[in-house]
């Protein structure tokens, strides 16, 4: 039978409340009783009763992420990097897909009856925009990711886009690069990822004196490797000239890469490419990708962070927090061209 709650007491010749105590972390306990308490529940394998515990705290020891599309690759690691931090604090999590369900799904999600199944929410929305702003004004602790909607009512933690997208852009530039294709872009968006790095791509482009050539612009909508191995194709076949290639994630460069070598382009030493996510595959496509790490992992840590925060009562305005970024330096894009 499995040990008890006065298995564990009469073991270590402490009351109930004592090993009570333990389990819940009170701060004022000897070092010398928890340590016995400790041992004890070691030794008899003894596992809390969760459902009566979150009864008792009014907390369920669970967060939730949101997010839009776990075949995507970075949403997969983003997903394991939070579930590893909520982890080393105590919490489980729970994944859900807001997938094709649009701005309604979103929507949903976030008035859902299973929010009460956990203590808080870290949610990535796709389809939001700054007209939804006061559908965040929950009565739960929320963490915003992405760049969808700001200066909300809630903590909100994001990437530089606009100056990782220069950077990555001027990377290609001081490589020797001048003609840069674009694969990624979402036609006629003003907010969201896709235009805020395009932004910053424009924003290299004019402090180099390039012309900008809309002909080097291929948009997809979905970012995967199918979607940008089709974009690529498609400025392949207006036959233009160009000598460099930023994806707007991996999973494009990686699709952009297979439809340059399919036309006989050799990566680097005909067309360089440059990706955006630092994503795992990268580091073993060959040739390897040359990407942005965009700060992912501490974009996760600061996230369950920030939300512990919440759950725990912190009293202060929202806060907007940026990630950093660097330029990973692969095959696929070396620093001077060949």
Do not use: C
Not at 46 to 66: E, H, Q
Not at 276 to 305: C, H, K, M, N
């Amino acid at each position: 039978m499995a040990a008890t709650l006065h298995d564990v007491a009469r073991l270590a010749g402490v009351s109930i409340k004592t090993v009570s105590n333990v389990i819940n972390d009170y701060p004022h306990i000897r070092p010398t009783t928890k340590e016995r308490v400790e041992a004890a529940i070691a030794e008899l394998d003894y596992t809390p009763n969760l459902t009566a515990r979150s009864l008792r705290s009014g907390r369920t020891g669970s967060i939730a992420l949101a997010v839009p599309d776990l075949a995507l690759a970075y949403f997969a690691e983003l997903a394991a990097a939070v579930i590893a931090a909520a982890e080393a604090s105590g919490l489980v999590v729970t994944i859900e897909q807001t997938g094709s369900g649009g701005r309604q799904r979103e929507l949903d999600l976030l008035t859902s009856p299973r929010r009460k199944m956990s203590d808080g929410l870290i949610f990535s929305p796709l389809e939001m925009s700054q007209d939804d702003v006061a559908h965040l004004d929950v009565d739960y602790p929320l963490v915003l990711l992405g760049e969808r909607i700001f200066e909300g009512p809630t903590d909100h933690l994001t990437m530089r886009n606009v100056e990782a997208a220069r950077a990555a852009t001027e990377y290609l530039i001081d490589s020797g690069r001048r003609r840069i294709a674009i694969v990624g872009a979402h036609e006629g968006e003003l907010i969201g990822s896709a235009a805020l790095r395009l932004q910053g791509y424009r924003e290299a482009l004019e402090a180099h004196g390039i012309p900008f050539d809309g002909r080097l612009i291929g948009p997809s909508i979905e970012w995967h490797r199918a979607n940008g191995a089709r974009s690529m194709r498609e400025i392949i076949e207006r036959d233009v000239q160009f000598d460099a290639v930023f994806a707007l994630n991996d999973t494009l460069a990686f699709g952009a890469m297979r439809a340059l070598q399919e036309a006989g382009l050799r990566v680097p030493d005909d067309v360089a490419v440059i990706g955006f996510d630092d994503i795992d595959e990268a580091q073993y496509s060959i040739p390897s990708l040359t990407t942005v790490d965009p700060g992912s992992d501490w974009i996760a840590r600061t996230a369950v962070a920030t939300l512990i925060e919440r759950i725990a009562g912190l009293d202060a305005p929202p806060r907007l927090l940026l990630a950093d970024f660097e330029i990973v330096q692969r095959e696929s894009a070396p620093a001077v061209a060949r």
